[in-house]
C-alpha cells in the first residue's frame, strides 16, 4: 500500500469518545444495552473518521510520502486534544451547577 499514517491513534480516540459519549446517554438502560450500543457506535463514528481521513487527506498525497506523513503526524494531535476541550468545558459547566 505505501501509505503512511500516524493518525491512527486520532481514529482510536474519537472512536472510544463517540462510544463514551453514546454510553452517557443511555444512562439508565442496562449495562448490557448500554456497553453493545456504545461499541456499535464507536465502530461507526471511528470507521467513518478514519475513511473521511483517507479520502480527504491521505488519497490526494499517495505519491507523496512526505506529505502524507507531515498530514498524518499534524493530525494525530487535533481530535484529542478537542476531545479534551469538550471534557474540560463539560466539567466546568457541572461544577458550576452543582455548586
Given at each position: 500500500m505505501r501509505v503512511l499514517n500516524f493518525a491512527h491513534?486520532?481514529?482510536?480516540?474519537?472512536?472510544?469518545y463517540a462510544g463514551w459519549s453514546a454510553s452517557r446517554l443511555l444512562?439508565?438502560?442496562a449495562p448490557e444495552v448500554r456497553w453493545a450500543v456504545a461499541v456499535l457506535v464507536a465502530i461507526a463514528i471511528g470507521g467513518?473518521?478514519?475513511?473521511?481521513?483517507?479520502v480527504l487527506l491521505i488519497r490526494p498525497l499517495y505519491s507523496r510520502h512526505v506529505g502524507?506523513?507531515?498530514?498524518t503526524w499534524a493530525w494525530r494531535w487535533r481530535?484529542?486534544?478537542s476531545c479534551k476541550a469538550v471534557s474540560?468545558?463539560?466539567r466546568s459547566r457541572s461544577r458550576c451547577r452543582s455548586g
Open positions: 491513534g486520532a481514529f482510536f480516540t474519537v472512536a472510544a444512562a439508565g438502560s467513518a473518521f478514519a475513511a473521511l481521513t483517507e502524507q506523513v507531515l498530514v481530535p484529542s486534544r474540560a468545558a463539560t
